[in-house]
């Protein structure tokens, strides 16, 4: 079983993800948000790469059951119900509704790996989930980190290498590429205190500056929630285990 | 003073080096054999960013001064003189020599740089004389690793990290980059043992697997040569020091 990490989306082929098990991460904030959502009892989250297609998309659904989500620059969309803030997305909101969702960076990188046999999300919320599951399913895997604008994210990779580290509990036959290693060395140098990390990465700073501290208070919680959202034939449901 | 690392030459724009200060880092092999190939007392160093491009550069040379050197796939080039091997860089071979080369991603992150206002060269050989230098300079610097295939390599990021560390103990007040941080933590993790570290990265293994390791030993040598390869009118020349 081999572990990669992809450090960013830049650069990639969609159709390289063809027949892989992919993992996204975009902790800050977007896959938090998703199984935050989906926890919640949204129905599904409909993940898009464009404003225009999220407009586009839900012109052609019936309203009161869907609702437009997403961010530009950390702030609510003009017209959009929500904004990418995990604390918006409550039961009373969320329930049995299709959430379209636009992130600058977490949904496009899940439409980006489109092509997976399977992908999955992953935030800090629900990581041991995720390890539990990849252990059972016994499969190469590719962690993408979603980044900031195709660049690298700290909090992304300390969350893949906290995720791996979480899969080496049980399997220590793992072959591990140099990003995997590295990932790992960097959650134990930066993974300890998971509020303080986020708040000090640059994506955090600037979340800081823009009044969501307490979104990132939220997606610094490790293994609150018990679900793996699962994206299959363009939504994103959470995986219904036997 | 502001200190930032890219991962990789990925994605990045020629246009962007402009009126910048950028190290470059390709630890196995090239900026390796290009800090050694200077030291042995070549005269210059011309990086180019095709095999193609080297053959037509060197048939407007004089004959005798002038030597091809480089590899793909880790192998010397056909008709070339000299391969990527720092130790096929001797002083009888490349005294007062122009040497024209051209490496997998080494000389390619070279040239991509080549708007920098001042490039340097920096590996685990001449780390300590780079960080003196960039002490002296008090300027923002972008470290460019070269990565591999324009993908994260470990072993460029370690000695990324490592030259910020040791220009942190004379600056105590920089401003770091969240890739900055991340290479410092890499190093305090990989970068006690080079050797080893270099033996057990992905590009480490395929050299030895070709019959190199002698080349990593040589470049697992931290501070044997007290030098600073600058480009400049794109050749690499040895930076005089008043």
Known sequence: ???????TPSNLDELSFSGKTTVIIDVLRATSTIVSALNNGAKEIIPVASVEFA???SGGMFGGLTLLGGERNTKKIEGFALGNSPLEYSSRLVKGKS???FTTNGTKAVVKAKFSKNLYICSFLNLSAMADHINSMDTDIEILCAGRNNSFSLEDTVCAGKLISEILKNKK???????AQASIAL???FGKNLFKMLCETEHGKLLLENGFEEDIKFCSKLNTIHAIPCFSGNVVKLLVRE
């Open 187 to 189: 959650n134990k140098s």
């Open 173 to 179: 036959d793992l072959e591990l590429s140099d990003t």
């Open 99 to 101: 959430i379209i969702l």
């Open 1 to 7: 079983m081999k572990i990669n990490v992809l450090l």
């Open 55 to 57: 407009v586009k998309v």
